[in-house]
């Protein structure tokens, strides 16, 4: 693996996925929950280590717009189609961009790219579609590579899925307005595959927690909601991959409705639950999969400087997924149906 200095912008090696390394591989459990562990290949490691080291010499993460702004909201004199115009949406809109033309060295920059075709390429081991991410701190917990990493990968996936809402990546994680829980939900973007990994635990931030949708439906079934509640929340989740239907989902359950305090609490005993450490989180189909946190100390204990560093995400596609969410396309065109946000109120995506 060279990793000689080079300012060059060398294109990448488009290498045939059968011939990289996994993303990931299986490894024994380090933590209490009956899921498969997977840890990034050790093939990535050096790659990774030294991408750490030139943090320093690729300069800001640039903000991009997820979706695009509401034409009231966009600045005096800018372009509304810029990309990278300032954040001026909600928070779920904006995300992290790294271009593989920052990293300044031609080796680790065709790696790392190679490594995102990898995790493209990659399916989850076994027939639950999750697994515990671990041993995947790269660089000091608290420091700024992992960051960095995942903005890389968001803009890597965005060129290798096919355009940016394939591959939505949120700076800021944010709590619901809950007291002592976040309650078990979907994050329900456009894409399928969502990687969770922590960078810091901060005290008072909580204990993951995740439960299969399938054992979550008996008790959402039976909390109260109403058949057109249920029906439009089992059609967000089979019309994924076409529109971000977060609401359609989980408003239903958390929207101040009279079960919503019953049912987060119902859900979050059904959930496997660990005190992440640095290094450790999950990836999941968040279509078949809810997450939240529970033992919450909210808000008065930590920084907004914790909360912006303590978990980086990753919402993107494999081929595999977009290849379903390309059938559930089809679908949803036969049936005529077309959900009336893409993202919220902020305006459709682009
Ligand atoms: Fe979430």
Redesign the pocket.
Known sequence: MPTSPDQTLTPPTAAPDAALPAAFIEVEPDTPLALPHIAIGPEWRPAMERFVELVPDMGPILKLNYGRPRADRVPEGADPADPFLPFVGKPETCTMHVRPEAIPDAGVRRELLHFAQALHAYDLPGDLDGAIVTQSMIGPAGGYGMKHLFAFLRAAMVDLGGGERLAAHVIETHGAGHDEIFPP???MWVTTMLLNVFNVQPAGQGVSTMVRMDDAWPAIAASGIPDEGLAQMRRAVDDAGVCDLYMQFNAWLYDDRPWSDDIAWTLSDLCLAHEMQPGQGYLVDDRKWL??RLGLVWPERYTLEDKQNRLYRLGYDTKTSVEHAAARAADWERHGYFPQDCVGDEGLMA
Do not use: E, K
Request: aromatic share 0%; no cysteine; charged share 20%.
């Open positions: 939900h979907t994050d997450h939240g």
